[in-house]
């Protein structure tokens, strides 16, 4: 009974997600990291500020310029059947040239692209990233959600023959915006989540803002926030699976964009606003999932706009938002070292982040 009862209430609260459109939070200096109490929270929250001290595992560098090669190629509506056929002949076509073998997933109204790099052990699991690659009708998406797309190729480029303990999957999900199709389908196959340890969601990662009052808040998360700017990458997680916001508190570096970890209770239940993307159908199917995004409409003028193009991406802040997606990859793909590091946000949280 306690069962069903919880997948009820996760239907209702990723239903009551999808149908309502607002996103995150913020902050303005190194990294920051929100404390989860274990009884009800206060109703205002703070945050810890730290500065992180390791250096990523063999972290490779992003290319910029191959990043808004990306992007420009895919400066169109992507929308309609047509569109999003031509967005998938350039995800897989982009995929081979990286030596990664593309795989399609059709489910009722889209179809998903998946690659999957083996790790060298069977034991250390999978590491999945992805991102949505549809449109809203009327916008090319540059931000929402083609910033995201062309992370994961770059990720795709730079991991492809590097050998890791942990496999790495790659998926490209499709009719994100009608209600995150692409990412429920994938999730309500079992074969897709065995052995999966860990999600990482990129939907909107290269705009920002640095005019004070350009970053609001969304309804119903108690924080205090240190800064009314828009210069910060935002990673959300459940409090079960906290090693995961952990590597990339741990992948700060200076001179990339600062990160806000923001480890959430309940699996959103009583903050629909953080169920709005791919990750949500991961966390109630038990996999731990965090989302990256720099917050959307709380930040951007341009979201779900005609005006989402190239041109108006903050190019420094997209390649920084990449290479901390790089430097915690590489983190997290380390097997032994990640779960010989007990996490730092939790006394009680364990060092497997997937299970």
């Known amino acids: 009974m306690r069962k069903w009862i919880v997948s009820v209430l996760a239907l209702v609260a990723i239903a009551v997600a999808v149908s309502s459109h607002e996103f995150f939070q913020q902050r303005s200096q190194p990294v920051i990291e929100s404390r989860v109490e274990s009884t009800p929270a206060p109703p205002v929250q703070h945050f810890d500020i730290a500065v992180a001290s390791e250096k990523p595992v063999n972290a490779p560098n992003v290319d910029p310029k191959r990043l808004m090669a990306h992007v420009n190629a895919l400066n169109f509506q992507r929308y309609t059947q047509t569109e999003r056929d031509r967005t ?68 795709a480029r730079l991991f492809g023959s590097l050998p890791t303990p942990r496999t790495l999957q790659l998926a490209f999900f499709d009719q994100e915006e009608l209600g995150l199709r692409g ?69 700060a570096q200076p001179g990339l964009p600062l990160v806000l970890t923001v480890p959430v209770p309940l699996k959103g239940l009583m903050t629909p606003d953080v169920l709005r993307s791919d990750h949500a159908p991961f966390w109630y199917r038990g996999v731990g999932a965090v989302l990256l995004t720099d917050t959307a409409n709380l930040r951007t003028p341009h979201y779900h706009q005609p005006s989402d193009t190239p041109t108006n991406l903050d190019r420094p802040f997209f390649q920084g938002a990449a290479q901390l997606v790089a430097n915690a990859i590489a983190r997290l793909l380390e097997s032994d070292r990640l779960e010989s590091e007990p996490s730092t946000s939790s006394p009680s949280a364990g060092s497997n982040f997937g299970q």
């Not at 030596?99 to 250390?124: C, H, I, M, Y």
């Not at 609001?216 to 990458?233: A, E, Q, V, W, Y």
């Open 88 to 155: 998938r002949k350039y995800l897989t076509q982009s995929l081979k040239k990286s030596g990664w073998s593309p795989k399609l997933q059709p489910f009722e109204g889209g179809v998903n692209v998946v690659a999957t790099r083996k790790g060298t052990d069977k034991k250390a699991g999978t590491v999945l990233i992805a991102a949505h690659y549809d449109t809203v009708s009327g916008s090319p998406g540059a931000d929402d959600n083609g910033s995201g797309v062309a992370v994961i190729l770059e990720m």
């Open 183 to 251: 990412s429920l389908a994938f999730a309500a196959k079992q074969t897709n989540l065995d052995n999966l340890r860990g999600v990482i969601v990129m939907d909107m990662v290269g705009y920002a803002c640095y005019t004070p009052g350009c970053q609001k808040l969304p309804p119903g998360l108690p924080i205090t926030p240190p800064s009314d700017k828009g210069d910060f990458l935002a990673v959300v997680g459940d409090t079960e699976h906290l090693p995961l916001l952990d590597a990339f508190k741990k992948s």
